[in-house]
């Protein structure tokens, strides 16, 4: 006799089925609740063993509990808004929802054929109206509560596909799609002020028992740390002398190291250096300055902040005072500097660089807690 598992399988799953092992009854407080929660996948198509990897472990834990006596709510669903779909209507001449829904079936079919013990009864799918009403009910909220604002900000663009580009769909400088050269565009965009939150977020983030480095990526993104703002007065040569043609502010944790400020890095957008550009100022790298603005345009911002070899130009002809020693120090533009990070412009302090510093810390805790 041989185990046909095809056949013995089938028939097995059909009757766990019926029995509806894995649903959760939400209103059962006989039992402790555990909510068990996977990053839901995206429908492209097939299963593959990454989505095996994250699965397999959560189902061994969500039966570990079940058979701990513990009330599991262990659901699945598809994150199913996305470029891929775009991208696959385009190339292959169907609907987009069409191939979401086709997809999100067959990885329903193999989702089961493995046995796993989701909750299928909280199913969820993002691209269902039944969805995302709620998201764009979230969005009235905190729209409501003066939470989401619009503004400009700069986005990667496709000239040919007319269309708004992700990171990921910006290889090396140009569009996935079609190959062309990436521009940057200003565009009115909406932003979600988690600022409002910053301390809270950062306050909560001890309580957590994630690793060191991972609590620090998470504050560098949370982007609010204790400091000060500093302003250095910015000159300029026109015609014979030196004058004043504004200031630039720099955010800094650790405001004490002023006095070991030896030159500034703006980010090339920052808007004093489109002044400087276009103005009456005698900048003799006018046109260096520009071709490294123009380079920079077609990097996304993942790519300038992940850039091991730092680059940048000198802004020639402009000088910044230091608000302690009142020195003149140079100012530079360098594309690791972000102008949507912070004030776009940071000091640099070569003995205590301020991500080095940072960066150092973060070890530092690191090794202390082993
Ligand atoms: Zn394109």
């Known amino acids: 006799m041989s185990y046909d598992h095809q056949k013995i399988e089938v028939e097995a799953r059909k009757k766990w089925a019926g029995l509806s092992l894995y649903e959760c009854n939400l209103t059962d407080d006989s039992k402790e609740p555990y909510y068990l929660l996977c990053e839901f996948p995206y429908p492209s198509g097939d299963l593959h063993t990454g989505h095996w990897y994250a699965f397999a472990v959560t189902d061994i834990y969500a039966r570990m509990l079940r058979a701990r006596g513990k009330n599991v709510l262990f659901p699945i669903g598809f994150d199913a808004f996305g470029l891929p779909a775009e991208n696959a209507a385009i190339r292959n001449g169907v609907d987009p929802a069409k191939w979401t829904l086709a997809n999100i079936e067959r990885m329903k079919a193999q989702l089961n054929a493995m046995g796993v013990s989701f909750d299928w009864s909280k ?169 490294y603005i123009n380079e920079t345009k077609k990097k996304t911002e993942r790519e300038r902040s992940e850039n091991k070899e730092k680059t940048g130009v000198k802004l020639e002809g402009v000088v910044a005072v230091n608000p302690a020693t009142k020195e003149e120090i140079p100012v530079y533009l360098a594309d690791y500097v972000l102008n949507s990070y912070g004030t776009g412009a940071i000091m640099a302090v070569p003995a205590h660089d301020e991500r080095d510093y940072r960066a150092r810390r973060a070890r530092l805790q690191v090794r202390q807690k082993v």
């Open 123 to 291: 199913e969820v799918v993002a691209c269902d109206p039944s969805y995302y009403h709620w998201t764009q009910w979230l969005f009235i909220k905190l729209f409501e509560h003066e939470l989401a604002e619009r503004r400009e900000a700069p986005v990667k663009w496709c000239p040919k596909d007319q269309t708004v580009l992700a990171n990921e769909q910006v290889i090396d400088g140009h569009c996935e799609r079609c190959g062309t050269e990436v521009e940057e565009k200003r565009l009115t965009q909406w932003f979600l002020k988690i600022t409002q939150y910053a301390e809270r977020l950062l306050k909560n983030l001890e309580t957590l028992p994630w690793r060191e480095e991972i609590k620090e990526a998470q504050r560098a993104w949370i982007g609010k740390s204790g400091g000060a703002y500093l302003d250095f007065e910015v000159r300029a040569k026109s015609g014979h002398r030196m004058s004043t043609l504004g200031s630039i502010r720099v955010f800094t944790t650790r405001p004490d190291t002023l006095y070991g400020a030896t030159y500034l890095v703006l980010a090339p957008e920052h808007p004093l250096v489109q002044e400087i550009t276009s103005s009456k100022f005698e900048i003799p790298n006018k046109d260096q300055i520009e071709k």
